[in-house]
């Protein structure tokens, strides 16, 4: 059971990130269906850097550093390409879903470029003969208890289970997307700068007439979407594996979907990653309940491993038909905006 | 002598003469005519400038000008000893084979009919304003339903294509309505269903083909994948055998290039076609004007997953070099030609002829990609070129709808000089009296 929710965690957090990450530029106007992309460009950014360090052995002695400085690598790396839609979807005012698929495919393309042209391999003479096909890397230094090994059928009581879950098992980037949550909530309803963003995303026109720069709000929205969207993506990667090919498994896809069920409101985006995520990770550890290696027993005939992989989706599916017949979606996101000076 | 000289000079000048008057007078006729026809053809050639599809195609073009500039840079920056050959083997595109030319270009056509398909659903989709990113799951699910009855269904004898295709889009359609239907009833948006769809199907599709009692996966050794389709149920080579042997190529394209005119037949001629288009250009006025909204988008998006499925069941039944069938492996990846059609029906402007001239232009590019790779270019630098293109093409349309307005600029810029120099001359002369 205590597995089943450390696993848990290393869905939710990610997808509560980038989540938050479409809703700083959902919020400002901009519909970002390219969170995918960043998410993969920040893993790449993260990962690499990541990897080169270890690999020269610097900062060995502090991995919390080490990951920390990677997600903030990995942020710059996703603002840098979120800057590529900002230009297509405000300044140019193009069609954002066609923007936004051309920086996915992009951004697919160029990160399984840059890991195979980056990392040749040499034969014993010094000519390339290869090159490697994805970034390697030791993800165990990053978690919290390293130092204190603990069965997780040796856990006694609901304190040792907390201790497990939440620092044994867990890594800072579980503390790092709740800090990422609560930052939030706080700048989109109390402070000026996230009243004004929600403003040019419900009504740019009349954003504009009280004198807000909606080009300027918009930008900073999509800015503040390709950081976040590229540290979710190395909050995803680094832990789930101990190399990253250049993919990130839809997940950026799944990140939108938890927004809209979560109603574009930062609490409720972390309610659904938690609902999605419990899902997902029922998924891939479900062989560790007893209850259900018996029904697996009991009907040899049903293909449990498929219904688990397909559950979190239909799950999904079904809570999207409940919730979004009243859809709460900022009114002007997805149209550009035009300045007529008047 | 010189009589007989002189005389013959005369009549060479006299029919000098004629010819030059007969000349004349046909040129003077043809003249005439050809002004008639230029006057008559005038409109047309204005309608030609002025309409949706050259922007269009301008757009397009601009796009991949600008794309494939982007790209040879890129090539020049990472690798300036081997550019000129990698830049020489990219434009050569299919001409790289090694097996000659004529097996490339049909290697090439044979790979670019999937795409083709999947480029026309996401064209369609689009064009009755739905965005479907769920092509792959609708292909995918063609491609079991077909592999299915290719496989097992053997007592059907000679109709085991027909009912393999038949069959397969089918399931394609059943896999396109369902977001149509959580989009219409639910208000739950197409890319988020579709692309959930997309995950349901890769799973339900290799369990139940992994599953022992369908008995379609190749037992023997470590290979994950299904066997090949039964002979009665491949699709035929036609005169493709001799034209183009073994390059794998079989009459699928001439089915693809068939849907993508029905398709433009349907969109632009019929009341149906114009219907669909209505509720994508606005869902309200639409059910203003009569039209059951919802209805129109289950079938938008059902036709859209059926073209896919179609795609995807006559990828299963390719006969494939040598008629070795093609079978499908069984991978956790979701399959790659549902998101290779966005591209190309972007490209097009989602105009379903287009789609067929913008995949077979992708498909050239990408024949290039191994030839490519022996010059010291990863594969992928084909697909960034591809993404490149794509990327200015989404705000090429824009830049050239507003050329005219340049044009504008330019010409009041031109004319404000103009008057200021004339002002200025006046001055000159003032000051001279």
């Given at each position: 059971m205590a597995f089943f929710f450390a696993q848990a965690l290393l869905f939710i957090i990610p997808l509560l990130i980038v989540a938050l990450a479409g809703l700083f530029s959902e919020k400002s106007g901009t519909v970002n269906i390219a969170l995918e992309g960043l998410m993969v460009v920040g893993a790449f950014c993260g990962t690499f850097f990541v990897s080169k360090i270890q690999e020269i052995g610097f900062l060995e002695n502090s991995p919390h550093l080490l990951l920390i400085v990677a997600l903030l690598i990995a942020g710059i790396g996703g603002a840098l390409f979120s800057a590529l839609l900002g230009f297509l979807a405000i300044n140019m005012r193009a069609n954002q879903v066609i923007g936004g698929t051309a920086l996915n495919l992009l951004a697919a393309a160029l990160v399984v470029f840059l890991i195979r042209q980056l990392q040749p391999i040499y034969d014993d003479f010094g000519?390339?003969?290869?090159?490697?096909?994805?970034?390697?890397?030791?993800?165990?230094?990053?978690?919290?208890?390293?130092?204190?090994?603990?069965?997780?059928?040796?856990?006694?009581?609901?304190?040792?289970?907390?201790?497990?879950?939440?620092?044994?098992?867990?890594?800072?980037?579980?503390?790092?997307?709740?800090?990422?949550?609560?930052?939030?909530?706080?700048?989109?309803?109390?402070?000026?700068?996230?009243?004004?963003?929600?403003?040019?995303?419900?009504?740019?026109?009349?954003?504009?007439?009280?004198?807000?720069?909606?080009?300027?709000?918009r930008w900073l929205g999509i800015l503040i979407s390709g950081f976040l969207g590229g540290i979710g993506g190395v909050v995803y990667a680094l832990p789930i594996s101990v190399s990253f090919d250049g993919t990130v498994a839809g997940y950026g896809f799944l990140a939108l979907a938890v927004l809209i069920f979560g109603q574009w409101k930062p609490t409720r985006v972390f309610l659904a990653a938690i609902f999605f995520g419990l899902f997902k990770a029922l998924s891939v550890t479900f062989f560790k309940f007893d209850f259900i290696n018996e029904w697996i027993l009991l009907y040899p005939n049903i293909p449990f491993g498929t219904i688990f992989k397909i559950l979190p989706y239909l799950a999904t599916m079904v809570v999207l038909a409940i919730s979004s017949k009243t859809s709460r979606a900022p009114k002007a996101s997805g149209i550009p905006f035009n300045f007529k000076g008047r | 002598m010189k009589k007989i000289f002189n005389s013959l000079l005369n009549t060479i000048k006299k029919t000098a003469a004629f010819i030059a008057k007969v000349a004349k007078k046909y040129f003077n006729l043809f003249t005439k005519e050809a002004k008639k026809i230029g006057q008559k053809l005038y409109p047309t050639w204005l309608k030609i400038k002025k309409s949706d599809s050259t922007t269009a195609i301008l757009g397009a073009l601009l796009a991949i000008v600008i794309?494939?500039?982007?790209?040879?840079?890129?090539?020049?920056?990472?690798?300036?000893?081997?550019?000129?050959?990698?830049?020489?083997?990219?434009?050569?595109?299919?001409?790289?084979?090694?097996?000659?030319?004529?097996?490339?270009?049909?290697?090439?056509?044979?790979?670019?009919?999937?795409?083709?398909?999947?480029?026309?659903?996401?064209?369609?989709?689009?064009?009755?304003?739905?965005?479907?990113?769920?092509?792959?799951?609708?292909?995918?699910?063609?491609?079991?339903?077909?592999?299915?009855?290719?496989?097992?269904?053997?007592?059907?004898?000679?109709?085991?294509?027909?009912?393999?295709?038949?069959?397969?889009?089918?399931?394609?359609?059943?896999?396109?309505?369902?977001?149509?239907?959580?989009?219409?009833?639910?208000?739950?948006?197409?890319?988020?269903?579709s692309i959930m769809f997309n995950y349901i199907a890769l799973y339900v599709v290799n369990g139940l083909l992994k599953s022992p009692f369908l008995k379609t996966q190749v037992v023997n050794g470590a290979t994950n994948r299904t066997v090949a389709v039964d002979q009665a149920a491949r699709t035929s080579y036609g005169f493709f055998d001799t034209l183009l042997p073994n390059s794998g190529l079989d009459i699928s394209i001439f089915i693809a290039i068939g849907t993508a005119i029905i398709l433009y037949i349907v969109l632009n001629k019929t009341v149906f076609g114009r219907e669909l288009k209505g509720v994508g250009l606005n869902r309200h006025a639409s059910k203003y004007a009569g039209v059951n909204e919802n209805?129109?988008?289950?079938?938008?998006?059902?036709?859209?997953?059926?073209?896919?499925?179609?795609?995807?069941?006559?990828?299963?039944?390719?006969?494939?070099?040598?008629?070795?069938?093609?079978?499908?492996?069984?991978?956790?990846?979701?399959?790659?030609?549902?998101?290779?059609?966005?591209?190309?029906?972007?490209?097009?402007?989602?105009?379903?002829?287009?789609?067929?001239?913008?995949?077979?232009?992708?498909?050239y590019i990408k024949s290039a990609g191994e030839a490519m790779q022996s010059a010291g270019f990863v594969l992928e630098i084909v697909e960034i070129i591809i993404a490149i293109i794509l990327y200015f093409s989404a705000f090429a349309l824009i830049m050239t709808q507003n050329l005219g307005n340049i044009k504008k600029l330019f010409n009041r810029f031109k004319k404000k000089k103009k008057d200021s120099d004339e002002t200025n001359n006046l001055e000159v002369k003032a000051g001279e009296n």
């Open positions: 000519t390339v003969i290869g090159s490697r096909g994805d970034i390697s890397y030791n993800p165990e230094v990053f978690r919290l208890g390293t130092n204190i090994l603990m069965d997780e059928n040796e856990l006694k009581g609901i304190g040792d289970f907390f201790v497990y879950v939440f620092h044994n098992q867990a890594y800072l980037t579980l503390y790092i997307g709740i800090l990422i949550l609560v930052v939030t909530t706080i700048v989109i309803y109390k402070t000026k700068f996230g009243l004004r963003l929600s403003a040019c995303g419900e009504h740019p026109e009349a954003a504009q007439s009280v004198g807000i720069n909606v080009y300027k709000y | 794309g494939l500039t982007v790209g040879i840079l890129l090539m020049i920056v990472i690798n300036p000893s081997g550019s000129l050959i990698g830049i020489g083997r990219l434009l050569r595109g299919f001409y790289n084979e090694p097996k000659g030319a004529l097996i490339g270009f049909g290697e090439m056509l044979a790979q670019a009919t999937p795409i083709i398909f999947t480029g026309l659903a996401i064209a369609f989709a689009f064009k009755t304003g739905l965005f479907n990113i769920g092509a792959s799951g609708q292909f995918t699910v063609g491609l079991f339903v077909a592999a299915l009855i290719g496989i097992l269904g053997d007592k059907l004898g000679s109709f085991q294509w027909i009912v393999a295709v038949l069959g397969g889009m089918a399931g394609g359609f059943l896999w396109g309505f369902i977001p149509g239907f959580f989009k219409a009833k639910y208000n739950v948006h197409e890319v988020i269903t209805k129109s988008i289950m079938l938008s998006m059902g036709i859209s997953g059926m073209i896919a499925g179609l795609g995807g069941a006559l990828l299963i039944l390719a006969p494939n070099v040598y008629n070795l069938g093609t079978p499908y492996s069984i991978e956790n990846t979701i399959m790659t030609q549902g998101f290779d059609g966005i591209p190309v029906a972007l490209l097009a402007s989602s105009n379903p002829i287009g789609v067929v001239f913008s995949t077979l232009f992708v498909s």
